[in-house]
């Protein structure tokens, strides 16, 4: 599966992103796409998660309820609506394509998008 991801930008706090993730290839063996952020000198960390089949959302507490996880089958495009934006979710974004295992836990995914940057600040 190759993921790409796209939409990352400096926003001011406050403001609202979308993040995109195109999958292409043999996109049928993914059972979760997932999104995830690492800042500078920190782990990457799980932000939010959705199932092909039957569009089942999971989210971090840091997001729940300014962050919205989506999907386009028809596209096999995963999308990312992040509304109310801190300073503190400023990071890499990477999309995640999972097989098998626990959603939010990086080490199980089988392949990632390339990653874009979220920068938010005033």
């Known amino acids: 599966v190759q993921l790409q991801a796209s939409g990352g930008g400096l926003v001011q706090p406050g403001a609202s992103l979308r993040l995109s993730c195109a999958a292409s290839g043999r996109t049928f063996s993914s059972v979760v796409m997932g999104w995830f952020r690492q800042a500078p000198g920190k782990e990457r960390e799980f932000v939010a998660a959705i199932t092909w089949r039957a569009g089942l959302t999971y989210y971090a507490e840091s997001v729940k309820g300014r962050f919205t996880i989506s999907r386009d089958n028809a596209k096999r495009t995963v999308y990312l609506q992040m509304n109310s934006l801190k300073p503190e979710d400023t990071a890499v974004y990477y999309c995640?394509?999972?097989?098998?295992?626990?959603?939010?836990?990086?080490?199980?995914?089988?392949?990632w998008g390339q990653g874009t940057q979220v920068t938010v600040s005033s």
């Open positions: 995640g394509g999972l097989v098998s295992g626990v959603y939010y836990n990086a080490r199980h995914y089988d392949s």
